[in-house]
């Protein structure tokens, strides 16, 4: 009904992609792929690079999805149909610890990044599996819940959008320190509607101090059910950028190409202008929400592996043996990993007071 | 002696000098105000904010994962109520990570009645703040308690919640802080903006020093032997003030830290008084209040007390009326207290 009564809404909606059926539509139609066949002036090297490492995260979320499946976790969420957006930001984040390099405030769709980034798989398999040797939480939170202090990867917090608050502060520390480190920011379309976005987008874009940000919205057009097109009075979620400044674009997150020169361009902006963009790309979700929604594939969404896929075979830049014998080899490697952790210990119940406080100061009051 | 505002920006002098504190911030912290309640005047970190709330927060919170020390400033503490998720996040950061990041920030707020401050300026916040685990939380009473919890706060490594009881801010010590001229008018000479033009008003910060109250550590303002009074914040000088002026022998301890929280001072008072009384002006419901009196009657303090604990706390309505008549009937004021102490002593157990 609320759609219905809403004709500007219909006409916004026709220029996003929305819903991942006609993102479909914004691939092929609205956003060509940059360079098209030039495959945006990217080296084979590195196209190949990129198709490797979308293929190692999708196999591993396939295999956490099947984790799952088998009772082997409580709740799978993560990023199937995000690769070709998130492998290119992981490649292209300056990597390390420290205000000089840069802060990643990630959704519960990080793996891609991650992966990019060169996390071990078995941390990503521990952590749904909820081990003690799980280096992002010890067993204590959700898949995709990721935590690597060394890369400065900030723990992934479940509440929608909090993460674009928190770059602020990763961002004034960065901006005060010097140097090029930036703070990324990545999280969903519906989540914008917190206020936390906003104030994202204010501190950001502040005349006394803008900040390096790179305000990320992966438009996948769902919040869990709700579609898109009933919620958004906005054309584009980029374009709320323009009211305050901020250098915005929306892309097609579904072509790892487009991804990678648009994310390129705009980290070198930020690098060097010390001031935020904000970067909306449409992207799928191929498995639903999360388990919660039974984590099935979702055949009617573009799957942005396999038209990358196809590309590159039929430009020649990768051959059908190999890219069999990739998947071939990963899905073994993502299993033999599964068993291994599974013999791994979970954590105690004796523990659930440790970390409370810094260095374990008592913080149960029986003891005070 | 330094009002507790003073002695506030004296801490944050300090601990920006010494504790390497980078930022200090919130609504009107910066220069020309320096704080409504000039808390924050003078300093060289402190800037505006937007006014946002869920925004301060989650900068403090942004600094903290950078491993920058800063102190934030939510203006009053009847508005950080849109900001408990983050709290709560602030407060699960080590925990959730095992232990991979900390965040040592401090967030200070102005809370409790007392200023004829009506619906929106009486909050208070102690109840809430208690039931976020993974914060510490501290309420001074006194102005060199107030310098010392706060530079104990910044340099501790856990988010610390810092309650500054606002009807106190403008009452003066009876005690230096080390480094402390003896002579008011020089202090303020030296570190209140004057009014007017303060664009070339620079402070002339007295060589103030370490002095560092254990977070966790209560102190015994009063001895007595009838009754133990356990209070903090506002309304501790009251508590104080009623139990040097009584017939009776009552011990009254400020609690200061309520989070970690001095069982031994508490359990060695009640022990020796066999009665006790907790006061703050925090709605009655779900107080801190109750889960100390809770543990006063599950310990073995429950064979020697000669009366149940009383808790005197602010009413459990939904705010504080303006007129005084309103105010007074909320909050607890001396006529209460004197009461509920004439009737705690004469329970014959
Ligand atoms: C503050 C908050 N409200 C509600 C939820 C429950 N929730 C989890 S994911 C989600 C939808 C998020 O949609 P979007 O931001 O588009 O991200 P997507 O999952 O599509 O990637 C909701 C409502 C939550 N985690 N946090
Ligand atoms: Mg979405």
Redesign the interface.
């Known amino acids: 009904m609320e759609k219905s009564s809403n004709t500007r809404k219909k006409s916004s909606a026709k220029a996003v992609a929305g819903a991942a059926i006609r993102n479909k539509k914004a691939v092929s139609k609205k956003s060509k792929p940059v360079g098209s066949d030039k495959f945006g002036g990217l080296s084979f090297s590195l196209l190949r690079n990129m198709h490797d490492l979308m293929v190692k995260s999708r196999v591993l979320e396939e295999r956490l999805i099947k984790i799952y499946k088998t009772g082997d976790a409580f709740f799978w969420i993560g990023a199937p149909g995000e690769e070709a957006f998130g492998v290119p930001l992981g490649m292209l984040a300056k990597k390390g610890q420290g205000p000089l390099n840069d802060y990643l405030h990630l959704h519960y769709r990080g793996t891609p990044v991650l992966v990019a980034m060169g996390m071990d798989p078995k941390d990503s398999i521990r952590l749904i599996m909820n081990r003690k040797t799980d280096p992002s939480t010890g067993g204590r939170n959700f898949s995709n819940h990721y935590c690597f202090p060394e890369w400065n990867v900030t723990p992934v917090c479940s509440p929608i959008e909090v993460q674009y608050g928190f770059a602020v502060g990763t961002g004034l520390s960065q901006k005060r320190h010097g140097g090029e480190g930036i703070s990324i920011i990545t999280g969903g379309d519906a989540g914008t509607a917190e206020g936390d976005f906003a104030s994202c987008l204010i501190w950001a874009s502040r005349p006394a101090n803008p900040l390096p940000l790179l305000i990320t919205v992966q438009n996948n057009g769902w919040g869990i059910s709700t579609s898109y097109d009933g919620q958004h009075g906005e054309e584009k979620i980029s374009d709320r950028g323009k009211a305050y400044g901020i250098k915005s674009l929306t892309i097609n997150g579904n072509d790892p190409v487009e991804s990678y020169v648009k994310l390129k361009e705009s980290m070198a902006y930020i690098r060097k202008e010390r001031k935020p963009v904000l970067m909306e790309a449409y992207v799928s979700r191929l498995y639903g929400h999360s388990s919660a929604s039974g984590a099935n594939l979702d055949t009617k969404q573009p799957d942005p592996l396999k038209d990358f896929e196809k590309r590159l075979l039929k430009a020649d830049i990768i051959k059908k043996k190999d890219v069999e014998e990739l998947y071939k080899s990963e899905e073994a490697k993502c299993m033999k990993i599964f068993r291994e952790v599974q013999k791994e210990l979970p954590p105690e119940a004796s523990s659930i007071w440790d970390f409370t406080y810094v260095n374990n100061e008592n913080a149960d009051w029986r003891n005070f | 002696m330094a009002n507790m505002a003073q002695a506030i920006r004296m801490a944050l002098h300090f601990a920006e000098e010494n504790y390497n504190v ?2 200090i911030f919130g609504q009107d912290v910066g220069a020309p105000l320096g704080g409504v309640f000039t808390a924050t005047q003078g300093l060289k970190t402190t ?4 006014l ?1 709330e ?2 301060i ?12 020390r800063c102190v934030a400033e939510i203006q009053f503490c009847d508005y950080i109520f849109n900001t408990i ?2 709290l709560k ?1 602030a407060g699960n ?10 965040l040592p920030i401090t967030l200070m707020t102005p809370v409790g009645a007392g200023i004829r401050g009506s619906v929106y300026h009486s909050h208070s916040f102690d109840g809430w703040a208690t039931r976020i ?2 914060w ?1 939380v501290v309420m001074p009473s006194n102005p060199i308690d107030a310098y010392g919890l706060l530079l104990s706060a910044i340099d501790d ?2 988010p610390v919640m810092f309650l500054k009881p606002k009807a106190l801010l403008r009452v003066k010590g009876e005690e230096l802080i080390p480094g402390e001229p003896g002579d008011e008018k020089s202090l303020k000479a030296a570190i209140d903006a004057p009014l007017g033009d303060r664009s070339k008003w620079k402070p002339k910060w007295p060589k103030i020093k370490e002095h560092k109250i254990t977070i ?1 550590k209560a102190k015994v303002v009063n001895e007595g032997s009838d009754l133990t009074i356990v209070s903090y914040g506002r309304t501790l000088p009251i508590c104080h003030k009623i139990a040097k002026n009584s017939e009776h022998s009552i011990e009254v301890i400020d609690l200061r830290s309520l ?6 001072t508490i359990y060695n008072s009640v022990l020796k008084t066999k009665r006790v009384m907790f006061v703050n002006e925090e709605t009655e419901v779900t107080n801190f209040a109750e ?1 100390l009196s809770y ?1 006063v009657t599950n310990s073995d303090l429950f064979y020697h007390i000669h009366a149940a604990p009383k808790v005197v706390a602010g009413k459990n309505v939904p705010g504080i009326g303006l007129h005084p008549n309103l105010e007074e009937a909320t909050v607890p004021y001396e006529g209460e207290i004197k009461n509920e102490i004439e009737r705690i002593l004469e329970i014959i157990p």
């Open positions: 980078t930022d800037w505006n904010t937007p946002d869920r925004g927060v989650s900068a403090a919170i942004g600094l903290g994962l950078a491993g920058d998720d983050l996040m950061t080590h925990w959730k990570t095992s232990g991979k990041y900390n685990p993974g510490k490594p856990n966790g989070y970690p929280y001095d069982w031994e889960h543990r």
